[in-house]
């Protein structure tokens, strides 16, 4: 069973950063790709950004130059680092891995609220 454990949400006003953790407990070399989704109450979940197993990176235009993807293979974990939030990004916010062969995994989510 593979289970994504998200962390690092919270409330933080405008202007402000987070950073989101993505632990699995297993080892994440073995996907091909992991990322970040979000949804917005009454929203559809978005992608946010992704990362490939050989590093390449893919962000929404909402996220690029102001957030950034990274994983740790030796911790199990990727993480999301969001700079200059703005309120529009408020969502849960969701830890995606997908494999070569057509597994997919999800996070329960968290949630980031950007509010003054």
């Known amino acids: 069973q593979v289970n994504l454990v998200e962390s690092g949400g919270g409330l933080v006003q405008p202007g402000g950063s987070l950073r989101l953790s993505c632990e699995v407990n297993?080892?994440?070399?073995?996907?091909?790709?992991m990322g970040w989704y979000r949804q917005a109450t009454g929203n559809q979940r978005e992608s946010v950004a992704n990362?490939?197993?050989?590093?390449?990176?893919i962000y929404s235009d909402s996220a690029r130059g102001r957030f950034t993807i990274s994983k740790d293979n030796a911790k199990n974990t990727v993480y999301l680092r969001m700079n200059t939030l703005r309120a529009e990004d408020t969502a849960v916010y969701y830890c995606?891995?997908?494999?070569?062969?057509?597994?997919?995994?999800w996070g329960q989510g968290t949630q980031v609220t950007v509010s003054s």
């Open positions: 990362v490939t197993g050989g590093g390449n990176v």
């Open positions: 297993g080892m994440i070399s073995v996907f091909s790709i």
């Open positions: 995606y891995a997908g494999t070569d062969w057509g597994r997919e995994f």
